[in-house]
């Protein structure tokens, strides 16, 4: 069992920067591939950006390429969500997402190739 949760979500006016945490449970974090998604009210939840097991590789969604960063820290269990240039088509519950399976790729952007998942935190971005 990972547990997975998130932090640093707010109010945020547009233009602005918010740097989202999520800090996972277990041993292991550096053999899982990270994600974050998002959902909007009304929206289906939607790929944000991952990261693979060593940090080296990422995917972003085109929405946000460019002005969000995805990192991690595996000595700390973390994995963060830099957004710059917030918009308010940004404003969502954000989620993080952990894959314990082998694999990495395009399927990452897939929210059924992931085992465990936050509570989520709420980012609003006023205009």
């Known amino acids: 069992q990972v547990q997975l949760v998130e932090s640093g979500g707010g109010l945020v006016q547009a233009g602005g920067s918010l740097r989202l945490s999520c800090a996972a449970s277990?041993?292991?974090?550096?053999?899982?591939?990270m994600g974050w998604f998002r959902q909007a009210p009304g929206k289906e939840r939607e790929f944000v950006a991952a990261i693979s097991r060593s940090g080296e590789s990422t995917y972003y969604a085109d929405s946000v390429k460019g002005r969000f960063t995805i990192s991690r820290d595996n000595a700390k269990n973390t994995v963060y969500l830099q957004m710059n240039s917030l918009k308010p088509e940004d404003t969502a519950v954000y989620y993080c997402?952990?894959?314990?399976?082998?694999?990495?790729?395009?399927?990452?952007?897939?929210?059924?190739?992931?085992?465990?998942w936050g509570q989520g935190t709420q980012v609003t971005v006023s205009s």
């Open positions: 277990g041993r292991t974090f550096s053999t899982y591939v």
């Open positions: 997402a952990a894959r314990l399976r082998a694999g990495w790729g395009s399927l990452m952007v897939r929210a059924n190739q992931y085992d465990y």
